[in-house]
């Protein structure tokens, strides 16, 4: 049985990754794209998406357009990292594809409204769509099989030195998210740093000599380029696909089951992922958190389903 997923992102380098994963892999069951303001505004991550989705020949999939900005903070973007257009590097046509005309949280609701309960939803940018969906309708909480999801850290952040940026980004989102009952898994950055594309991972979709292969070692040339600058990583941490990846195969992210809280009001760590290791907050566990990846599964869950594209 395929794993019913839509996917809620904000590409972006590493969620274009998560895109041709989840579009080609045997055991997904892509049911949408929904686009979210995060890495860039809501304009170009659509954009984005659209490009990817065109150039891979992914056309039986809706792309949808969700919010522009967070529920409470100011916009907040990550030029430093993707670029100006957000998934700077390659040089990508522009997309022969549309948007669907319905908003990305209309559609979020009538696809679980109108499903088994056995959609999972798998976000790798802020969480505005879905706390957005939740809120406006309440029903669809309980029809929401499972929530996977790239964002957090047990440790240090990536956007602030307590935050991780796609929960710092809409940190109100985030709390409504992991106060929903729903089963979550959380890859974090423990994980995502873990998951990086090495020359040899940008050798084999180069040897392969396909246009979609091509495509993602120059997204993940220019990716590696900034982190080393940024972070001075010595090879870039592809985080967006390891969400999809723990649906596919949850045995490949080693994790803990624990109470995570969302830090809103801190001065200096607001958008904080507070993951209560030792259960000293008393609450019950409300996330299956990651800790470690099997990283050569996970890459050749990756470039094996890379290598099916044309």
């Known amino acids: 049985m395929k794993h019913k997923i839509i996917l809620d992102c904000d590409p972006g380098h590493d969620d274009a990754i998560a895109i041709l994963l989840a579009a080609h892999h045997p055991e997904i069951d ?16 659509t954009h984005n998406a659209l490009k990817i989705c065109s150039l891979a020949n992914i056309r039986n999939v809706p792309i949808a357009r969700g919010m522009d900005r967070p ?7 990550a030029p430093d990292i993707h670029g100006e257009s957000g998934m700077d590097g390659p040089d990508i046509p522009e997309p022969d594809i549309e948007v669907v005309p319905q908003h990305a949280v209309d559609l979020l609701v009538d696809l679980l409204m109108s499903s088994d309960g056995d959609i999972t939803l798998v976000p790798t940018g802020p969480l505005t769509n879905i706390a957005t969906a939740m809120r406006r309708e309440p029903a669809v909480v309980p029809k929401i099989k499972a929530i996977s999801l790239m964002g957090g850290a047990i440790g240090v952040g990536n956007r602030m030195p307590a935050a991780e940026f796609n929960i710092w980004a809409d940190p109100e989102a985030a709390a409504i998210v992991f106060d929903c009952g729903r089963p979550i898994t959380m890859s974090p ?13 940008i050798s084999r979709l180069r040897d392969a000599k396909r246009t979609v292969a091509n495509f993602a070692a120059d997204l993940l040339v220019f990716f590696g380029d900034t982190y080393r ?11 967006d696909p390891c969400a999809v990846a723990a649906v596919i195969d949850p045995t490949i ?13 801190g001065e200096w760590t607001t958008g904080r992922t507070v993951c209560d290791v030792y259960g000293m907050l008393g609450k019950p566990a409300n996330a299956r958190v990651g800790y470690a990846l099997d990283v050569t599964r996970f890459w050749e869950m990756v470039i094996s389903t890379i290598l099916t594209y044309e």
């Open 30 to 45: 892509l049911l949408a794209i929904t686009t979210v303001a995060g890495n860039q505004s809501l304009e170009k991550t």
């Open 71 to 77: 529920l409470v903070q100011p916009t907040r973007y």
């Open 229 to 239: 600058n940024v972070f001075g990583f010595p090879a870039p941490p592809v985080h």
């Open 253 to 265: 992210l080693h994790a803990h089951t624990m109470r995570v809280e969302i830090e809103t009001i």
């Open 189 to 201: 950055l423990e994980v995502t740093h873990q998951a990086q594309a090495t020359e040899a991972v």
